[in-house]
């Protein structure tokens, strides 16, 4: 079982910043990806970024040159740079952590999420 705990969000104006942070259990369980999806009301959950434990990154069109995801293996924590938010990124941001294969099988967890608005 792994327990993912989110900090960070909070209300900015158009054009500012914000840092989510999310930290991982200690686990029996060793995380190969971490990553931030967001949902907002009446919209499916979409990913925003995603970051392998080699440091691999993978960014939606929409946040890219915007928002960085950076990791720090030795705390299990990843973290996501907004800078130059819009409205539009206005969401509830979830954190998920995905373990290395266990006897074939990955294991996904997910934070309680946070919520991000961006005022015009």
């Known amino acids: 079982q792994v327990q993912l705990v989110e900090s960070g969000g909070g209300l900015v104006q158009a054009g500012g910043s914000l840092r989510l942070s999310c930290a991982a259990s200690r686990s029996r369980f060793v995380i190969n990806e971490m990553g931030w999806h967001r949902q907002a009301p009446g919209k499916q959950r979409e990913l925003v970024a995603e970051?392998?434990?080699?440091?691999?990154?993978n960014y939606a069109d929409s946040v890219k040159g915007r928002f960085t995801i950076s990791r720090d293996n030795a705390k299990n924590t990843v973290y996501l740079q907004m800078n130059g938010l819009k409205p539009e990124d206005t969401s509830v941001y979830y954190c998920?952590?995905?373990?290395?294969?266990?006897?074939?099988?990955?294991?996904?967890?997910w934070g309680q999420g946070t919520q991000v608005t961006v005022s015009p």
């Open positions: 970051i392998t434990s080699g440091g691999s990154t």
């Open positions: 998920n952590a995905i373990t290395f294969p266990i006897f074939g099988r990955e294991y996904t967890y």
